[in-house]
Nanobody
Framework: QVQLVESGGGSVQPGGSLRLSCAAS????????MNWYRQTPGKEREFVAG???????SYADSVKGRFTISRDNAKNTGYLQMNSLKPEDTAIYYC????????????WGRGTQVTVSS
C-alpha cells in the first residue's frame, strides 16, 4: 500500500497563490505518475495536472499557464503551485499516485480544501 498525505490547502483571495504538497510513503514504486485532481459538490472529480517519474507533465486546459506541477523524487513528494487563483478553482484537491502499467496500483489521498473567495 501507498499512503498519500496532502497539505497546503487553505483560503485565498482571487489572484492569490497556494502551493499544495503530496507526500507518498509505504510501498513506493519507482515508475509512477503523480496527479492532482479536484472535485466540487455535485460534480465528478476532474483531472488538474500530472507528472511522471521522468518529469513529463500534463495540465487541464483550465489551469494551463497558472498552475505548475513538480516533484522531488528523493523525498517522494509532489507539488502543485497554483497562481492567479480564481473562484472557480475552489474545490477539494486530491493527490493520486499510480503505476502507468498496473491498474491495481492506484492510490488516493484524502484531499485538501482550497477556497478562493473575496
Amino acid at each position: 500500500q501507498v499512503q498519500l498525505v496532502e497539505s497546503g490547502g487553505g483560503s485565498v483571495q482571487p489572484g492569490g497563490s497556494l502551493r499544495l504538497s503530496c507526500a507518498a510513503s509505504g510501498s513506493i514504486f519507482s515508475n509512477n505518475v503523480m496527479n492532482w485532481y479536484r472535485q466540487t459538490p455535485g460534480k465528478e472529480r476532474e483531472f488538474v495536472a500530472g507528472i511522471t517519474s521522468a518529469g513529463s507533465t500534463s495540465y487541464a486546459d483550465s489551469v494551463k499557464g497558472r498552475f505548475t506541477i513538480s516533484r522531488d523524487n528523493a523525498k517522494n513528494t509532489g507539488y502543485l503551485q497554483m497562481n492567479s487563483l480564481k473562484p472557480e478553482d475552489t474545490a477539494i484537491y486530491y493527490c493520486n499516485y499510480k503505476s502507468p502499467v498496473s491498474r491495481s496500483r492506484n492510490y488516493w489521498g484524502r484531499g485538501t480544501q482550497v477556497t478562493v473567495s473575496s
